[in-house]
C-alpha cells in the first residue's frame, strides 16, 4: 500500500488554465503538506495543514489555493496557470507538527506551455 | 529564523570512496535533524535523523552526529556504491515553529563505477 498518494503523476497544460492535484495519505498522520521543487531541486513549503486547519501559508501567490476535505486528504488547486509554475509538486505528511519526519509522495511534475 | 545550510553540490566520487556531505543549522529552540535522499524520479525519503545533541543517526552506512556545540549534522558513508548517486537533504524541525520543517538547498551526489 502506497503511503502518500498524489495523482496525477503528470500534468501538462495550457498557460492560463486551471489545474488540481490530489494527495492522499493512509498512515493516520495529522499533518499533511505542499511543497514546490523547482529545476535546481530547491524544496519550498507552501502550505501545511493539521486535522484539515491550515497552518503555514507561505508567500504563495492567491491563485494556489489548498483544499483538505479531511485529514488524509489534501488537494492543491491553481487557477490560471503561469510558465513559471512549472515543477515538480510534492505532497507530505507527518504525525503531528512538531519535529516529526515527513513522508513524501511520489510527486506531480507540472508543465505549463 | 531557522535556517540550514548544505555543502554545494554537485559531488562526484568513485565506488567505494569516503563520503561527507556538510550540514550546519541555525534555529532557535532544540530542534530535530534529518538527512533525506531523493532518488531519480521519486520523492524524498528519510533517511536518518537525531532528535538531541549528541544522538547519532545511522541507516543504509550513513551516519551523522547531532553536535550542538558546532551547530552542525554532517553526512558521513565510508564506501559509497553506484546505488547512492542521488540528491540528499538536511532538514531541520523545529518545535518553536510548529508545521515548518526548514530544507538545506540539496546535495547532488554521483557516484562513478
Known amino acids: 500500500d502506497t503511503a502518500v498518494s498524489q495523482t496525477p503523476k503528470y500534468l501538462v497544460t495550457q498557460m492560463g488554465n486551471d489545474k488540481s492535484i490530489k494527495c492522499e495519505q493512509n498512515l493516520g498522520h495529522d499533518t499533511m503538506y505542499w511543497y514546490k521543487q523547482d529545476s535546481k531541486k530547491f524544496l519550498k513549503i507552501m502550505f501545511s495543514?493539521?486535522?484539515?486547519?491550515?497552518?503555514i501559508n507561505e508567500t504563495v501567490p492567491n491563485r494556489f489555493s489548498p483544499k483538505s476535505p479531511d485529514k488524509a486528504h489534501l488537494n492543491l488547486h491553481i487557477n490560471s496557470l503561469e510558465l513559471g509554475d512549472s515543477a515538480v509538486y510534492f505532497c507530505?505528511?507527518?504525525?503531528?507538527?512538531?519535529?516529526?519526519?515527513?513522508?513524501f509522495g511520489p510527486g506531480t511534475r507540472l508543465t505549463v506551455l | 529564523g531557522d535556517s540550514v545550510t548544505q555543502m554545494e553540490g554537485p559531488v562526484t566520487l568513485s565506488e567505494e570512496a569516503f563520503l561527507t556531505i556538510n550540514c550546519t543549522y541555525t534555529?532557535?529552540?532544540?530542534?530535530?535533524l534529518f538527512w533525506y535522499v531523493q532518488y531519480p524520479g521519486e520523492g524524498l525519503q528519510l533517511l536518518l535523523k537525531?532528535?538531541?545533541?549528541?544522538d547519532k543517526g545511522s541507516n543504509k552506512g550513513f551516519e551523522a552526529t547531532y553536535r550542538k556545540e558546532t551547530t552542525s549534522f554532517h553526512l558521513e558513508k565510508g564506501s559509497v556504491q553506484v546505488s547512492d548517486s542521488a540528491v540528499y537533504f538536511c532538514a531541520l524541525g523545529s518545535g518553536t515553529n510548529a508545521g515548518k520543517s526548514t530544507f538545506g538547498d540539496g546535495t547532488t551526489l554521483t557516484v562513478k563505477p
Open positions: 537525531a532528535t538531541k545533541a549528541d
Open positions: 534555529a532557535t529552540g532544540y530542534p530535530s
Open positions: 507530505a505528511s507527518s504525525l503531528g507538527l512538531v519535529f516529526n519526519e515527513q513522508f
Open positions: 495543514y493539521n486535522n484539515k486547519e491550515l497552518i
